[in-house]
């Protein structure tokens, strides 16, 4: 994936850090009620428990309008933006550890169940982390080339903002006309960032302004075709049964908001994004920002949630890196290709027929061969899952507003109450990064059965609480995409060598990512070496390098999950194995790994050495009648 690449889905300025100007506040946790009576049976306290999360719910909901609009609620709030400010989100965190410490407080000795029990300590781990990430708010960015408000802002429109009614329509149109003003807040926040030290590196602000004008073209903005947000708004629209008078207002409504707020903030953002890069850091790693080395180490540890130092996470990308290559080298004569690594990876630099044309029709086919790969998939699930999702998934390309500084793909994760599929994006703006042999590996990834079965399995989970039906932990996540890509070849999938070579690459490039995020962040590689690893070390294309290096550079620490999840579900799926002998089931385990949800590593180790451990169930015997 956003990851992705996508990645599971991550909520845009969500990152929950916070500045110290607001660590006072988050000592402004509410007093309580007095504790209840005391808990005696497990029915009880579990019914206790679950009324404490559903309040939680509520409350998390009730500050967030996009997150309401995620999980598919269209409500009062249904036209307003999220507040980006320092100040509420302390008031958040501060509001998350009352019910940390009221759950603490009530439940830390009741007689919970297991699934109970397990809900306590994953609603503990997600809190405790976001507390953890709270002294760094200061560093994040509010605008980069990946996931910056520049371009997820009208994402968030045209994917998530449904309109199904003349009141969702309208909701549409005010929130063109709260884009404006949250553009302009989130600017002077990275203004004030920037100042403090914390500004990107020089390269990311022509990104910024790029996707700017990018989003500036066509109507009403100037006289070409209609604007990206305009021709989304106009094409839900259409599919409304509405009198005609009341479109022609809501066009009307929405053009005005477009030429009055959004135009005017974009506008304001380049000259914002020009002087912010006046400022800019003098390196591309963590470590030239302030505390950057604690920083780095808190992002390592959220997104894998292990201890692994920066240098352990190193050394294993290169055991990795040598693992693959040589695997690579054993492919090589099916590949039709005599001679090194060196000789490969120009072969295919060089070639034309391992890429679809970079035209539509080329784009069309591209599309059309990943559909043919998840339908193929899709009819072999039940071979190796016993549980299935009902939410449909799409294979989309992305926008061209965003395309040009958008991850290689992501996944989008469907609503909860059926209103928006599945979707997988795939960047399809330069078809020299997206090579045919790696269309069914990525397809795998991001579809089926990657992200699209997990995540939909989650948010169809049953009695358990809505955290963890929309929360999520990278290594996890990503960790099962890049499990899946290996568990489709011992399916029989990647009958193609190409196709095979292509799964080895995405592997190769994930165990790359462990080498050039710690170097990057821990051991102060420049952008220009990272990028020198990756031309000596994978056939991809310069631009694809240039453009996967410089998200790493934004995103510290996130690139390392995807192998350090990858290979503790493959050693889980192993020492099972080994453990439980003829008695071991592969649908068995994906069930006890899927069924959860997601769960940080140590955690999704407990439940699978139980399930492994676990006596099999009795034979049962009846009369022959």
């Keep these: 994936m956003q990851r992705s690449h996508h990645r599971g889905h991550v909520r845009p300025f969500a990152t929950a850090l916070l500045g110290g100007v607001c660590l006072a506040m988050l000592q402004a946790v509410p007093a309580f009620a007095q504790a209840p009576a005391s808990i005696g049976t497990q029915a009880t306290a579990d019914a206790a428990l679950a009324a404490l999360f559903d309040r939680y719910d509520k409350a998390a909901l009730a500050r967030s309008p996009e997150a309401k609009a995620y999980r598919g609620i269209r409500d009062g709030d249904y036209g307003k933006w999220d507040d980006p400010s320092d100040a509420k989100a302390a008031a958040d965190l501060a509001e998350d550890q009352a019910f940390l410490a009221e759950m603490r407080r009530d439940f830390t000795t009741a007689p919970l169940s297991a699934e109970a029990r397990l809900s306590y300590r994953l609603f503990e ?111 839900k629209l259409a599919r409304l049964d509405l009198p005609q008078t009341d479109k ?101 630099r060089a070639s034309e027929e391992l890429f679809y044309p970079n035209t539509d029709e080329g784009r069309r086919a591209y599309l059309a061969h990943a559909d043919e790969a998840l339908l193929a998939m899709n009819k072999r699930l039940p071979e190796v899952f016993n549980t299935l999702p009902k939410a449909p998934l799409v294979v989309k390309r992305v926008e061209p507003f965003r395309e040009q500084s958008a991850g290689k793909a992501f996944y989008q994760a469907p609503a909860p109450d059926g209103s928006r599929p599945g979707t997988y994006y795939a960047n399809l703006h330069n078809m020299r990064e997206m090579p045919k042999y790696e269309i069914e590996a990525l397809a795998f990834h991001e579809g089926l059965p990657g992200h699209h079965l997990q995540r939909s399995i989650q948010t169809e989970l049953k009695d358990v609480p809505e955290f963890r039906k929309s929360g999520g932990f990278t290594a996890y996540s990503e960790g099962w995409g890049l499990y899946s890509e290996l568990l489709a070849r011992e399916m029989g999938f990647y009958e193609d060598p190409w196709q095979d070579f292509g799964r080895l690459n995405m592997d190769l490039r994930r165990a790359i990512r462990l080498v050039v995020d710690t170097g990057l962040h821990h051991k102060g590689w420049s952008r220009d070496k990272t990028i020198q690893y990756h031309m000596d070390n994978t056939p991809s294309d310069r631009r694809e390098v240039i453009r996967a290096v410089e998200r790493y550079v934004v995103m510290p620490g996130q690139a390392t999950a995807y192998s350090v999840g990858k290979l503790e579900i493959l050693r889980l799926r192993e020492d099972a194995r080994a453990a439980m002998g003829s008695r071991f089931d592969i649908r068995g385990f994906h069930d006890v790994v899927l069924k959860s949800g997601p769960v940080p590593l140590d955690i999704l180790g407990e439940n699978v050495r139980a399930w492994a451990a676990a006596p099999p169930p009795k034979a049962s015997s009846s009369a022959s009648r």
């Excluded at 135009?263 to 591309?284: F, H, I, N, T, W």
């Excluded at 290169?318 to 990876?345: C, Q, T, W």
């Design 248 to 348: 022609v207002r809501l066009v009307i409504a929405a053009e005005k908001a477009l030429k009055e707020s959004v135009g005017p903030a974009y506008r304001r953002l380049v000259p914002a994004m020009e002087a912010q890069a006046k400022l800019a850091r003098s390196g591309d790693g963590a470590g030239s920002l302030p505390d950057g080395a604690a920083y780095y180490a808190e992002r390592l540890a959220f997104h894998t949630t292990t201890k692994l130092t920066p240098d352990a996470i190193h050394d294993l990308g290169l055991r990795e890196v040598e693992r693959i290559h040589a695997e690579m080298r054993a492919l090589m004569p099916k590949l039709g290709v005599a001679g090194g690594l060196p000789d490969l990876f120009a072969a295919i």
């Design 125 to 235: 781990k997600q809190i405790e982390q976001r507390v953890a990430a709270a002294r760094f708010r200061h560093l994040g960015l509010p605008f980069d080339q990946m996931r910056g408000a520049q371009s997820q802002l009208p994402a968030f429109l045209i994917n998530i903002h449904r309109i199904s009614s003349h009141a969702e329509a309208q909701a549409y149109v005010s929130r063109l006309e709260g884009l404006g003003p949250k553009l302009d807040q989130l600017s002077a926040i990275a203004g004030e960032r920037a100042r403090a030290g914390a500004a990107a590196p020089a390269w990311v602000y022509p990104r910024v302004i790029a996707d700017a004008r990018a989003l500036l073209k066509g109507a009403p903005f100037d006289d070409g075709p209609d604007s990206s947000l305009l021709a989304d708004f106009k094409a």
